[in-house]
C-alpha cells in the first residue's frame, strides 16, 4: 500500500526544511470509538506538523452483519459503559446516535436489509477524502452523530459541517450518487490498506506501516511519532 511518509514542505524556517509527518487514520462513522478520537488526533494535527489522511471504511454491520449475533452476551452492556465513561474522562460532548447510522435491532443485534445512512455517509466521507477534507469534515459529522444532535441526517446539519472546512455539500451529495460505485471501490481499497497495515477494526492510526488500534492507544502514537522526529509546528 502507500504507506505514509515524511515529505519536506516548501515552507523553511531560517536555513531548515520543515519536516511534517503523514500519517494514516482508518475510521468509521459507526464506530463510538471513531469518535472520540477524531478530535483528539484533530488536535494533534493542529499543534504539530502532522499530516493525517483519514480513510473512512464501511463497519462491521456491513461488511460482516453476523457480526453482532456471535458476540458474549455481555459485549454490549459492557461497550456502552466504556465508551460513555471514556467520554466522560476526556470531557467529549457523547450521546446515542439518533439516528443511528446502521438501521439494527439492538435486542437481537439483527442488521437491517434497508441502511438509508451508512453508504451515503461513507461516500461523503470518501469525497472528502478526495479533496483533502477528510479529517476535519469526519470530525464535524461525527460530533453531530455522537454529539447529541437530534435528527443529524436532516436539515442544513450535513451542509454546514461540510461548508465549515470550505467543502460544497450539494457538490458532495450530488458525487455521492454519480460515483457511487467508484467511491464504494476507493472505500473497499481502505479496507485492503488497513488490512495490510496489521489491524482490522477502527479506530487505526499507521505510522510509517506500523498500526495503533483503538482511542487508548493515542498517547502511545503521539510517542512513536515524536520517536520519529515530530515537531510541534512554528507559530
Not at 3 to 24: D, N, R, W
Not at 45 to 61: E, G
Request: charged residues 25%; glycine residues 6%.
Amino acid at each position: 500500500m502507500g504507506g505514509p511518509f515524511y515529505f519536506a514542505s516548501q515552507l523553511k524556517c531560517g536555513h531548515s526544511v520543515i519536516m511534517t509527518l503523514e500519517t494514516e487514520l482508518f475510521w468509521s462513522f459507526r464506530s463510538p470509538y471513531s469518535y472520540l478520537a477524531t478530535q483528539r488526533y484533530a488536535d494533534i494535527a493542529d499543534r504539530y506538523d502532522l499530516h493525517i489522511k483519514l480513510r473512512p471504511v464501511y463497519p462491521l454491520a456491513i461488511r460482516k452483519p453476523n457480526f453482532f449475533e456471535q458476540n458474549h452476551p455481555n459485549w454490549l452492556g459492557y461497550t456502552m459503559r466504556d465508551m460513555m465513561r471514556v467520554a466522560q474522562f476526556h470531557n467529549i460532548e457523547f450521546s446515542i446516535p439518533s439516528p443511528d447510522p446502521i438501521v439494527q435491532n439492538m435486542t437481537t443485534r439483527e442488521i437491517a436489509s434497508e441502511q438509508p445512512y451508512i453508504f451515503r455517509l461513507t461516500r461523503l466521507g470518501q469525497i472528502a477524502a478526495r479533496r483533502g477534507q477528510s479529517l476535519n469534515f469526519c470530525n464535524n459529522v461525527s460530533k453531530l452523530i455522537w454529539g447529541g444532535v437530534k435528527d443529524w441526517d436532516k436539515g442544513d446539519h450535513l451542509r454546514n459541517a461540510a461548508a465549515d472546512v470550505g467543502l460544497d455539500f450539494d457538490a458532495m451529495h450530488s458525487e455521492a450518487t454519480d460515483d457511487a460505485e467508484k467511491l464504494d471501490a476507493e472505500i473497499a481499497e481502505n479496507q485492503v490498506s488497513l488490512e495490510a497495515s496489521g489491524h482490522w477494526g477502527v479506530p487505526t492510526l499507521v505510522i510509517k506501516n506500523e498500526p495503533f488500534f483503538g482511542q487508548d492507544r493515542i498517547e502511545m502514537a503521539l510517542w512513536r511519532m515524536k520517536q520519529l522526529g515530530l515537531k510541534p509546528k512554528e507559530r
